[in-house]
């Protein structure tokens, strides 16, 4: 704790957090866990703060809630949070049985995507029981279920990973966003917040199911491959782009389809990344719904696949030249 303290500032808002200036041990520990990556699972992401009387455990900085820092999980509330080194113990109000937020910001809330996030941690802060007690606040080790950290039990962690036979090896596609490429990579290694993933992450979700259709739990297939919304925008793109019904089991296999949809030169590359924006479109989509109730419609996804793509590709691909009426007939002559 003391060398931790010795580290934290006012610029540097990390849980485990190591000054620039600085050098040594402390300074190589800290990068080491912010490096390592176990099956997508950051190794710093294994420590969650267990709450007791909320004097040591940073509200927003420290994860506490979940494996993930309330800042990383709402990151425009945490921009106009008023202190943001605040402990549990400032903003929780556990009244015997019902627990609330006393919350500080800088000015009054009135954009609907923060007051999305602030119903989304009130909903969750809200759904637990005796957050508070007399104890002392410690630290967990997610890695087992007593909770203990030990060399050990660390090492087991980083075995785990080794196997890399059926890693899945992302091709980015150049014509498109820096931003799509990494959305898909992060979503193929379970990376993006879908409810299933925040469950895993012990994260409390009121209710898993997707919120575009509601017939399986929200995962990563499940948005992006079986969801019907998903099938529709998928029906749509392969009847544009002239290629079999695009079917996948797993969001893997459909990043791969463009290697089997019969496609060759330009016109494979371009599907590649349409298949990309697609994924895209579709969750940006599924969190205007959850955080802006604004209502799915696959024909709306499907145009703005269609109109962004030629926007990236007339402006970033081999064939600058591309007219409109071409891109709407897939023709790439």
Known sequence: MA??????SNRNRDFIPASKSSSGVWRAIVKSMANTVVEGVPIRRMFKGVVGDGSDIAFWIDPWLSDMPLKDMAPDLFRLEK????KVKERIIDSGGHVSVRWKWKHRLIETEVLGQVAMLNGLIEGLSGVLSSRKDRWQWLGNVEGKFSVAEVKRFLMSGIDASNNFVLNWCNWIPVKCNVFAWRAALG???TTVSLLMRHVPVMDPKCQICGFADESVDHIFTSCLVAS???QGISQ????PYIYAFSFCDLLELYNFAGLKG?????????IVIGCWA?????NELRFSNKPVNAG??????????YLWFSNRGRLKSMSWENWCKFCFM
């Open 191 to 193: 990376g993006i917040p």
């Open 232 to 234: 529709v925008v998928w």
């Open 266 to 274: 330009t016109a494979k590359e371009v599907f590649q990344g349409l």
């Open 83 to 86: 202190y943001k080194r605040c």
């Open 282 to 286: 579709l969750w940006k989509a599924r």
């Open 300 to 309: 709306n996804i499907l145009s703005e696949v269609k109109a962004v793509g």
């Open 3 to 8: 060398t931790i303290a010795i580290h934290a």
């Open 240 to 243: 544009w782009c002239k290629v």
